[in-house]
């Protein structure tokens, strides 16, 4: 059994006070019983996912461990600077990125906001990562 859902619209005036010209404006209604099913037995699937689930994961890298994979993606440190601006490659494409602490590796592998350094220290070589993703389901 197929069910449908009617949608009725209502019309609404408008008086524009002040206009030198008057327009009128023909509406035609829509019809009252619902539209015909189509002549296929395949099912509708859904325009869109059915849920969504947020997921964020501290990272931490270190100049001992300097490799550790993100999603699809393999990152890897190459450097941090005296004020914590951190450099990372990721490995499948090469590509270069670099933050400061509290700002975002923007990338199309991790979007503008799915990959923030948190903290990072030339000292002790630990470099902290937040990544946050949606996994739709």
Do not use: W
């Amino acid at each position: 059994m197929r069910s449908y859902s009617v949608i009725r619209v209502s019309i609404v005036t408008m008086v524009l006070v002040g206009c030198a010209a008057h327009r009128s404006v023909r509406v035609t209604p829509l019809p009252a019983s619902p539209p015909e099913p189509a002549l296929s037995s395949e099912p509708i699937q859904p325009l869109a996912p059915l849920s969504y689930t947020h997921v964020e994961e501290t990272l931490t890298f270190s100049i001992a461990h300097p490799l550790t994979q993100r999603g699809d993606c393999n990152v890897r440190l190459v450097s941090i600077a005296d004020d914590g601006t951190t450099r990372i490659r990721v490995v499948e494409t090469g590509r270069e990125l670099t933050a400061h602490p509290g700002e975002f590796f923007a990338s199309p592998e991790f979007g503008m906001h799915g990959l923030q350094l948190v903290s990072a220290s030339k000292k002790s070589g630990v470099v902290s990562m937040i990544s946050r993703g949606c996994i739709s389901q």
